[in-house]
Nanobody, 125 residues
Framework: QVQLVESGGGSVQAGGSLRLSCAASARTYSRNCMAWFRQAPGKERGGVAAISTDSGITYYADSVKGRFTISQDNAKITVYLQMNSLKLDDTAMYYC??????????????????WGQGTQVTVSS
């Protein structure tokens, strides 16, 4: 059974940090592309970062480069999203997603097969 379970969301002041976790089933994690998406009210769900669990290659949206870091812990079958220097615009529901090998269009919602339930991140001034 495919499972993705996010945790770590919460409320933080602008400039602060949060770390999100996505715990995956072994089948979902192995040789797959694991990604973080986010969706703010009234906006499209868009890709934030992705990692190839096989190679460790990472991908980032321009809006988060230099602030967010995606990483993996193979022993725990978990992917993390370290978010630093958070801005008001980072407020959104954050989702973990998985698919086969990372495609060039890694940030497109429709190329992912599996999704978690999401975790809310709220950044306040």
């Amino acid at each position: 059974q495919v499972q993705l379970v996010e945790s770590g969301g919460g409320s933080v002041q602008a400039g602060g940090s949060l770390r999100l976790s996505c715990a995956a089933s072994a089948r979902t994690y192995s040789r797959n592309c694991m990604a973080w998406f986010r969706q703010a009210p009234g906006k499209e769900r868009g890709g934030v970062a992705a990692i190839s669990t096989d190679s460790g290659i990472t991908y980032y949206a321009d809006s988060v480069k230099g602030r967010f870091t995606i990483s993996q812990d193979n022993a725990k079958i978990t992917v993390y999203l370290q978010m630093n220097s958070l801005k008001l615009d980072d407020t959104a529901m954050y989702y973990c997603a998985a698919r086969g090998p990372c495609p060039s269009m890694w940030s497109r919602r429709d190329v992912y097969n599996y999704w978690g339930q999401g975790t809310q991140v709220t950044v306040s001034s």
